[in-house]
């Protein structure tokens, strides 16, 4: 794994815990010698990831849509900033440039996007590690629902595996990793 896709908000949330963890985890990233895809935005807990990452002499890569950008919310000083035309051509090229996929908390958006991904894989469109960062139970109640879905009879259990998750940075970094690919609706290990 060399590319790692980060999904947050771009809001910083009304706790310090979110701002602290992404700062931990931006570490992590680059002493495990990822380059972080990502937004392409200097805001919220986009700009603390990436400033963070790029003050460590990491790499970042983002992908904004023309839209946001001309807003004033663009990272400039990013390895790479990729702009393009649309929401939906950020999350294709994010997808296809990332081996991995990692959520922390966030809005909308956020949610949208994780929730993408997650159907790519599920209809095996794409083959790639996706998890999330459960900082301060954040993503609880989410995880709540998905095993709601699962009772409820409209999520299959293996689907439910396909999102791993972890309070620890390290741990959800390690697990993407380290995750075998999921075909055939079963997890199989990496050849």
Known sequence: MKHLCIFCGSSKGNDPVYEK????????IVD???T??????????MGVL????????????????RFLYDLEVGHDNVTELIIVE??????????????GFLALPGGFGTL?????????????????????LNINGF???????????????????NNREILLSSKDPGEIISTIKNAPVFEDTKWIEKT
Do not use: C
């Not at 649309?86 to 081996?99: C, G, L, P, T």
């Open 21 to 28: 963890t992404a700062e931990e985890l931006a570490k992590i």
């Open 32 to 34: 495990e010698g990822l």
């Open 36 to 45: 972080m895809v990502y937004g392409g935005g200097s805001i919220g807990i």
């Open 50 to 65: 990436a400033d963070k990452i790029l003050s460590l002499n990491g790499k970042v890569i983002g992908v904004i849509p």
């Open 86 to 99: 649309s929401m939906h051509e950020r999350k294709q090229k994010m997808a296809e440039i990332s081996d």
């Open 112 to 132: 949208e996007e994780m929730g993408e991904i997650l159907t790519w894989i599920q209809l095996k469109l794409i083959r790639k590690p996706i998890g999330i």
């Open 139 to 157: 993503y609880d109640e989410f995880l709540n629902m998905l095993d709601n879905m699962v009772t409820s009879g409209f999520l299959k259990k």
